[in-house]
Protein backbone atom coordinates (compact mmCIF):
# COMPACT_ATOMS: atom_id res chain seq x y z
CA UNK A 1 0.00 0.00 0.00
CA UNK A 2 1.76 3.18 -1.31
CA UNK A 3 0.59 6.35 0.75
CA UNK A 4 1.79 9.48 0.69
CA UNK A 5 3.82 9.25 3.89
CA UNK A 6 5.36 6.17 2.66
CA UNK A 7 6.47 7.64 -1.01
CA UNK A 8 8.02 10.38 0.78
CA UNK A 9 10.22 8.14 2.75
CA UNK A 10 10.85 6.21 -0.17
CA UNK A 11 11.98 9.65 -1.80
CA UNK A 12 14.50 10.42 0.84
CA UNK A 13 15.54 6.70 0.57
CA UNK A 14 16.14 7.05 -2.96
CA UNK A 15 18.21 10.02 -2.60
CA UNK A 16 20.19 7.72 0.40
CA UNK A 17 20.55 5.06 -2.13
CA UNK A 18 21.98 7.56 -4.90
CA UNK A 19 24.28 8.99 -2.44
CA UNK A 20 25.39 6.03 -1.28
CA UNK A 21 26.65 4.59 -4.85
CA UNK A 22 28.01 7.45 -6.03
CA UNK A 23 27.75 10.10 -4.17
CA UNK A 24 25.41 12.16 -6.74
CA UNK A 25 22.26 13.23 -5.84
CA UNK A 26 19.02 11.56 -7.76
CA UNK A 27 17.29 14.63 -7.99
CA UNK A 28 17.09 18.21 -7.24
CA UNK A 29 14.24 18.78 -5.27
CA UNK A 30 14.67 19.38 -1.67
CA UNK A 31 14.10 16.93 1.20
CA UNK A 32 12.69 18.68 4.29
CA UNK A 33 12.50 17.68 8.22
CA UNK A 34 8.84 17.13 8.76
CA UNK A 35 7.13 16.10 12.04
CA UNK A 36 6.64 12.48 10.63
CA UNK A 37 10.12 12.50 8.91
CA UNK A 38 11.83 13.48 5.67
CA UNK A 39 9.13 14.90 2.75
CA UNK A 40 10.20 16.23 -0.48
CA UNK A 41 7.48 18.85 -0.61
CA UNK A 42 6.59 18.57 -4.61
CA UNK A 43 5.75 15.16 -3.81
CA UNK A 44 3.79 15.83 -0.96
CA UNK A 45 1.73 18.69 -2.28
CA UNK A 46 1.36 16.68 -5.93
CA UNK A 47 -0.34 13.37 -3.38
CA UNK A 48 -1.83 15.21 -0.55
CA UNK A 49 -5.41 14.72 -2.22
CA UNK A 50 -5.41 11.27 -1.16
CA UNK A 51 -4.58 12.01 2.35
CA UNK A 52 -3.78 8.90 4.46
CA UNK A 53 -5.15 6.64 1.81
CA UNK A 54 -3.50 4.64 -0.94
CA UNK A 55 -1.96 7.21 -3.76
CA UNK A 56 -4.83 4.97 -6.53
CA UNK A 57 -2.62 6.81 -9.62
CA UNK A 58 0.22 8.77 -10.75
CA UNK A 59 -0.03 12.33 -11.03
CA UNK A 60 2.05 13.25 -13.73
CA UNK A 61 2.97 10.61 -16.19
CA UNK A 62 5.95 8.75 -15.44
CA UNK A 63 9.44 8.59 -18.02
CA UNK A 64 11.88 6.07 -18.42
CA UNK A 65 14.19 5.54 -16.35
CA UNK A 66 18.08 5.90 -17.20
CA UNK A 67 20.69 3.45 -16.22
CA UNK A 68 21.76 5.10 -13.23
CA UNK A 69 17.94 5.95 -12.21
CA UNK A 70 17.11 2.17 -12.69
CA UNK A 71 20.17 0.75 -10.51
CA UNK A 72 18.96 3.39 -7.78
CA UNK A 73 15.73 2.44 -7.94
CA UNK A 74 16.73 -1.43 -7.91
CA UNK A 75 18.73 -0.64 -4.64
CA UNK A 76 15.56 0.86 -2.98
CA UNK A 77 13.59 -1.94 -3.59
CA UNK A 78 15.51 -4.64 -2.59
CA UNK A 79 16.14 -2.94 0.85
CA UNK A 80 12.92 -1.00 1.42
CA UNK A 81 10.24 -1.91 -1.26
CA UNK A 82 8.75 -4.69 2.04
CA UNK A 83 8.69 -2.11 4.26
CA UNK A 84 5.42 -0.73 5.93
CA UNK A 85 4.74 2.91 6.60
CA UNK A 86 5.29 2.50 9.97
CA UNK A 87 8.86 1.12 9.52
CA UNK A 88 9.76 3.73 6.98
CA UNK A 89 8.92 6.42 9.80
CA UNK A 90 10.99 4.63 11.76
CA UNK A 91 13.72 3.97 10.29
CA UNK A 92 13.87 7.40 9.14
CA UNK A 93 13.89 8.74 12.44
CA UNK A 94 17.10 6.83 13.48
CA UNK A 95 19.81 8.94 15.83
CA UNK A 96 22.45 10.20 13.73
CA UNK A 97 20.07 10.15 10.85
CA UNK A 98 19.56 13.12 8.43
CA UNK A 99 16.33 13.78 9.53
CA UNK A 100 16.66 13.54 13.36
CA UNK A 101 20.18 16.19 12.76
CA UNK A 102 18.15 18.41 10.55
CA UNK A 103 14.67 18.04 12.93
CA UNK A 104 16.94 19.09 16.00
CA UNK A 105 17.23 22.39 14.01
CA UNK A 106 13.57 22.91 13.62
CA UNK A 107 10.62 22.02 11.70
CA UNK A 108 11.13 22.41 8.08
CA UNK A 109 14.59 22.66 7.62
CA UNK A 110 16.47 21.43 4.45
CA UNK A 111 18.26 17.67 4.51
CA UNK A 112 20.71 18.58 2.59
CA UNK A 113 22.82 16.13 0.75
CA UNK A 114 25.63 16.65 2.81
CA UNK A 115 23.74 15.91 5.99
CA UNK A 116 22.81 12.72 4.58
CA UNK A 117 26.54 11.77 3.28
CA UNK A 118 27.19 12.04 7.12
CA UNK A 119 24.86 10.59 8.88
CA UNK A 120 23.90 6.99 9.84
CA UNK A 121 21.58 6.81 6.49
CA UNK A 122 24.41 5.67 4.93
CA UNK A 123 25.36 2.64 6.57
CA UNK A 124 22.26 0.75 5.89
CA UNK A 125 20.25 -1.10 8.33
CA UNK A 126 19.21 -4.58 9.82
CA UNK A 127 15.39 -4.98 8.36
CA UNK A 128 15.11 -8.12 11.59
CA UNK A 129 13.39 -5.58 13.65
CA UNK A 130 10.80 -4.34 11.05
CA UNK A 131 7.01 -5.29 10.97
CA UNK A 132 7.40 -6.68 7.38
CA UNK A 133 10.23 -9.22 8.91
CA UNK A 134 8.09 -9.80 12.02
CA UNK A 135 5.12 -10.64 9.53
CA UNK A 136 7.44 -12.97 7.07
CA UNK A 137 8.54 -14.96 10.86
CA UNK A 138 5.05 -15.69 11.37
CA UNK A 139 4.14 -16.63 8.12
CA UNK A 140 7.31 -19.33 7.91
CA UNK A 141 7.27 -20.44 11.18
CA UNK A 142 2.60 -20.66 11.22
CA UNK A 143 2.24 -21.54 7.92
CA UNK A 144 -1.81 -20.78 7.69
CA UNK A 145 -1.81 -17.77 10.25
CA UNK A 146 -2.13 -15.01 8.09
CA UNK A 147 -4.49 -17.11 5.44
CA UNK A 148 -6.59 -17.80 8.37
CA UNK A 149 -6.69 -14.26 9.72
CA UNK A 150 -7.44 -13.50 5.90
CA UNK A 151 -10.60 -15.54 5.96
CA UNK A 152 -11.88 -14.27 9.63
Wanted: charged content about 25%.
Amino acid sequence: MLTNLSLNKLCFFAQVEALRMDGRPLFADRIEAWRYGPVCPPVYHAYKRFGRNTITYAMTTPTTPNERETRVLDALWEHYGCLSAYDLVRLSHRRDGAWSKAWAQGEDTVISDDLILHSTDMSGFNPDGTFAASVKRVENHYRNTLRLLENS
